[in-house]
């Protein structure tokens, strides 16, 4: 089942740089889209989220940006922190559940370096 | 801010041996969750409950496996035959469901170690 891809299974920045993480999916059913961030030994702790009807949502540090046509949306860290090294999940929500079960990307591992 | 608590935090079972993962949802949430992330591999749903019953399970939730909501505030997940292929992190999640979109909130995790 490779609905939610996440191709980059790491990615290391530089603290006060940007950061951005990559989503592609397959299912144009899709109606949410959602961020989770992951330390070791926690739970995915929500970060941000955005609906299939809108192309960009911000708050803060952290901005997802959704490219329907492309299949794509990626996750816009500025500036990158320390604090933000972790795993970050992509995840899409199908309109078809009505119970709002998400489908998950791999995960890729951020490392802001110092 | 409220969390959604699981227990235990790590489980070691036999093989064949019942398990029961349990979890305290957030208190005025309406939709509870448990999903599995086998070592290496993707987070991937297995149930979803709504208003005391399941709304709807994926393929590997299969006869082995049951949820239940004893009372008002735990949500438990049993595995009756457990196998070694069970191994993996257990995740309980919720989510509000009214008002609008609102994202899933989830615990830290159970860990199933089966031998």
């Known amino acids: 089942d490779q609905q939610v891809k996440q191709n980059s299974p790491s990615l290391s920045v530089q603290e006060g740089r940007i950061s951005i993480l990559n989503c592609d999916y397959t299912?144009?059913?899709?109606?949410?889209f959602l961020w989770y961030k992951k330390y070791p030994a926690e739970g995915p702790t929500f970060l941000i989220s955005?609906?299939?009807?809108?192309d960009k949502n911000e708050d803060g540090r952290f901005t997802v940006f959704l490219n329907k046509s492309a299949k794509h949306l990626s996750l816009h860290i500025v500036p990158s922190q320390p604090g933000d090294s972790a795993v970050y999940f992509c995840?899409?929500?199908?309109?078809?559940?009505?119970?709002?079960?998400?489908?998950f990307g791999q995960g890729t591992t951020l490392q802001v370096k110092p | 801010e409220p969390e959604v608590t699981q227990t235990p935090s790590h489980q070691v079972t036999q093989m064949g041996q019942e398990v029961i993962l349990r979890c305290v949802p957030i208190?005025?949430?309406?939709?509870f969750y448990w999903y599995r992330q086998i070592l290496g591999q993707k987070v991937e749903f297995l149930v979803s409950?709504?208003?005391?019953?399941?709304?709807?399970k994926s393929e590997i939730f299969d006869d082995q496996f049951s949820v239940e909501r004893p009372d008002g505030s735990n949500f438990t997940l049993k595995i009756r035959s457990t196998k070694l292929e069970d191994s993996a992190m257990y995740f309980c999640?919720?989510?509000?469901?009214?008002?609008?979109?609102?994202?899933?909130?989830f615990g830290d995790g159970t860990r199933l170690s089966i031998l």
């Open positions: 299912n144009s059913m899709f109606d949410y």
């Open positions: 409950f709504y208003n005391n019953e399941i709304s709807e």
């Open positions: 999640a919720s989510r509000d469901g009214t008002g609008g979109y609102q994202p899933q909130h």
């Open positions: 995840a899409a929500s199908p309109g078809s559940s009505n119970t709002g079960k998400l489908i």
């Open positions: 208190s005025n949430h309406l939709y």
């Open positions: 955005i609906s299939s009807i809108k």
